[in-house]
């Protein structure tokens, strides 16, 4: 999906959008529908809600996904780094804050925290996003725009670093992209391949282990005639490295590292 040979000259009309970066907070409850067959949060639904909030505070902040349609341009998440402590189980209340941190020229990045009603930090995440220019999927150069946040450090010190593909001879069984995993943008749902890595697992290994931490790349753009397959390498019993992968080209959509503890 990202081409670093080409980058597209920001509008003067989105660089007057961005101001200081702020915190943003969402207060949330664990609904029935976010949580997994444990009675705690889902890590799917887990992500959504820090993709909601990042999408809910960039349009306050003057740049979300309606201003940056009007210049024919996108973000995209490249990459995701999470780390969870504890999920909140079904019924509490939490709070939910991200900010935006700045750049380093390319990426756009952006943090997470879960906030227990005791003021504890149970999950924490950094990210990093792009924005392509909707015609050319050039990259814009964030560093040309006015005003843009400095580039300051994240909850863990460092950014998501690149995942490698996952090393296999296992034979994959490819199954057809489904209509609920398609989103707005004619895409493969950046969720739905978190959903299909964790539903690759049988419920017999969920039963013993849960997920403690994740790291992902998004590398490809999934289009709604794909046949995909979750490939998976076992570096250590508790650490794994899977791939989405497509049938036609057998590329990786997406590669995440995950990091499982004892129930």
């Known amino acids: 999906m990202i081409n670093f040979t080409g980058i597209s000259k920001p509008n003067n009309k989105f660089a007057e959008k961005f101001t200081s970066q702020m915190k943003h907070t969402n207060h949330l409850s664990t609904k029935s529908y976010f949580i997994n067959r444990f009675g705690k949060l889902s890590t799917s639904f887990m992500f959504y809600q820090m993709q909601d909030i990042a999408w809910e505070h960039a349009a306050k902040l003057g740049f979300g996904y309606d201003n940056l349609k009007e210049d024919e341009q996108f973000w995209v998440l490249s990459r995701l780094l999470v780390k969870i402590d504890r999920r909140p189980v079904w019924g509490e209340d939490f709070s939910l804050e991200t900010w935006s941190r ?104 969920h039963e013993k282990n849960e997920l403690a931490e994740f790291e992902v790349n998004f590398m490809k753009e999934g289009l709604p005639t794909d046949k995909l397959a979750v490939k998976m390498q076992e570096l250590q019993p508790n650490k794994h490295l899977c791939s989405v992968v497509r049938e036609s080209d057998g590329a990786d959509l997406i590669r995440a590292r995950l990091v499982w503890r004892k129930r």
Do not use: M
């Open 102 to 205: 700045g750049t380093d020229g390319f990426y756009g990045y952006r943090d997470f925290n879960f906030v227990d009603k005791k003021g504890e930090y149970i999950i924490r995440a950094t990210s990093s996003w792009l924005v392509l220019n909707a015609n050319t999927k050039r990259i814009v150069r964030l560093t040309n725009f006015g005003n843009f946040p400095n580039y300051e450090e994240s909850v863990f010190g460092e950014n998501s670093a690149k995942v490698p593909s996952p090393d296999s001879n296992e034979s994959l069984h490819f199954t057809p992209v489904l209509f609920n995993e398609i989103d707005i943008n004619q895409h493969f749902n950046s969720g739905r391949y978190l959903e299909r890595i964790i539903d690759s697992y049988p419920f017999a290994f």
